[in-house]
Nanobody
Framework: QVRLVESGGGLVQAGGSLRLSCAAS????????MGWYRQAPGKQRELVAT???????SYKDSVKGRFTISRDNGKNTVSLQMNSLKPEDTAVYYC???????????????WGQGTQVTVSS
């Protein structure tokens, strides 16, 4: 079994910062890409940032220059540093990882439970 556990959400004023973290655990053979998605009320889930196993990153245009994704391959963790937060960043943030489990031959997507980020104006 594989679990992704997120932490670090909360309430912050506009212009403030938060750091989200996600730890993957379980019968993991390898982790491919990891990323963060978010879903605001009444909207579809959207990709915020991704990072490959070799450290290549990509970002949603609206967060470029404000958010930074990083990972620790030795600890199976991924983090999202969010600076200069705006009210439109308010959403539930989900961690995602593409994982190959021990004894399996196909990479599958796994999700965290989500953490609420609220930015007040």
């Amino acid at each position: 079994q594989v679990r992704l556990v997120e932490s670090g959400g909360g309430l912050v004023q506009a212009g403030g910062s938060l750091r989200l973290s996600c730890a993957a655990s379980g019968s993991i053979l390898s982790i491919n890409a990891m990323g963060w998605y978010r879903q605001a009320p009444g909207k579809q889930r959207e990709l915020v940032a991704t990072i490959s196993s070799d450290g290549s990153t990509s970002y949603k245009d609206s967060v470029k220059g404000r958010f930074t994704i990083s990972r620790d391959n030795g600890k199976n963790t991924v983090s999202l540093q969010m600076n200069s937060l705006k009210p439109e960043d308010t959403a539930v943030y989900y961690c995602n990882a593409r994982i190959l489990r021990v004894g399996e031959y196909r990479i599958n997507d796994y999700w965290g439970q989500g953490t609420q980020v609220t930015v007040s104006s």
